[in-house]
């Protein structure tokens, strides 16, 4: 454990509000509650901090990776990953990175799909979900809609992607576009 506390010590700065001692605290009470061991556990803190994760909000945000881990079939350290960089491209942050996994899982247990599917178009379709006002519960509802239909991420997040670009940039200059889409 200490050897996996020393890649969380690499990645994470403590805050005044969180120290290494409560990371290592978090990381040993989350290991008594979930099925992954302190260093799993410590590795997908470790890569919460690469990715830029605040400290204030890592334990949290491990907690989630870990749970998502145990009950789908996403790794912790996938799921961190792609939640860590859906958040940046949406620009949420990770203060609320528990109620995107809650969704996700409530996503894929209620429609014809699967948590890794979700998060693979919902990566596609983040930057242009984004740039056209969608939230990101918006961007996972749509992505759970594409991949229960049987879309694939690579194809269906490119051809979405571009049809929401070019709605917006009708929607932003109203003429002979926005009509014709609006009847479509």
């Given at each position: 454990f200490e050897t996996a506390f020393t890649g969380v010590m690499k990645t994470v700065d403590e805050s005044a509000k969180t120290s290494y001692k409560d990371l290592e605290e978090g990381?040993?009470?989350l290991s008594t509650t979930t099925a992954s061991s302190k260093e799993e556990i410590a590795a997908v803190m470790e890569a919460a901090g690469q990715?830029?994760?605040p400290t204030d909000d890592i334990l949290k945000f491990t907690e989630t990776m870990i749970k998502m881990g145990d009950t789908t079939n996403v790794s912790a350290e996938e799921a961190a990953v792609a939640l860590a960089k859906f958040t940046n491209v949406t620009g949420d942050g990770t203060a609320n990175v528990d109620k995107l996994g809650a969704s996700i899982v409530a996503l894929g247990n209620n429609f014809a799909t699967d948590e890794r599917s979700i998060i693979e178009m919902s990566q596609r379709l983040a930057a242009a979900g984004k740039i056209s006002g969608l939230t990101s519960t918006d961007i996972l509802a749509l992505a759970a809609s594409m991949s229960s239909?049987?879309?694939?991420?690579?194809?269906g997040g490119t051809?979405?992607?571009q049809t929401l670009t070019q709605i917006s940039k009708a929607?932003?200059?109203p003429g002979e576009k926005l009509n014709k889409l609006a009847q479509i």
């Open positions: 990381i040993k009470k990715l830029g994760v239909v049987g879309i694939e991420a690579e194809a051809a979405m992607s929607v932003a200059e």
